[in-house]
């Protein structure tokens, strides 16, 4: 804690008002949300499919600040350096696109 009072709940960031960046009201983030974790499912079941443990490597569904949906990956660097590894080789070795 920080102090007297509950200012450390806030961890500096402004709770009062939400137009400052955290969320917007008017967009509409769980849509996002739902598009981006849908396509994370489908590729951590590939990632599943390939070998990789979802404890090595991982899509995370997430949003931007507009509400559009993102999904990241994530895990540790030698579990991802084999995915890159599996996704140059499909790609015929020479990092392009097939």
């Known amino acids: 804690m ?3 009072g509950e200012d450390w709940l806030s961890d500096g960031l402004d709770v009062e008002g939400v137009e400052s960046g955290l969320w917007v009201p008017t967009v509409d983030y769980v849509a996002g949300w739902r598009s981006a ?3 994370a499912d489908r590729l951590n079941r590939a990632l ?16 931007n600040g ?3 949906g993102v999904v990241r990956i994530a895990g540790w660097p030698d579990a991802v350096d084999r995915l890159a ?3 140059e080789a499909l790609a015929g070795g020479d990092g392009g696109v097939a």
Request: proline share 0%; net charge negative.
């Open 37 to 39: 974790r849908e396509t």
């Open 2 to 4: 920080t102090g007297s």
């Open 85 to 87: 590894g599996l996704l």
């Open 48 to 63: 599943l499919g390939a070998g990789f443990e979802l404890s090595e490597v991982r899509a995370v569904a997430s949003t």
């Open 66 to 68: 507009e509400g559009r």
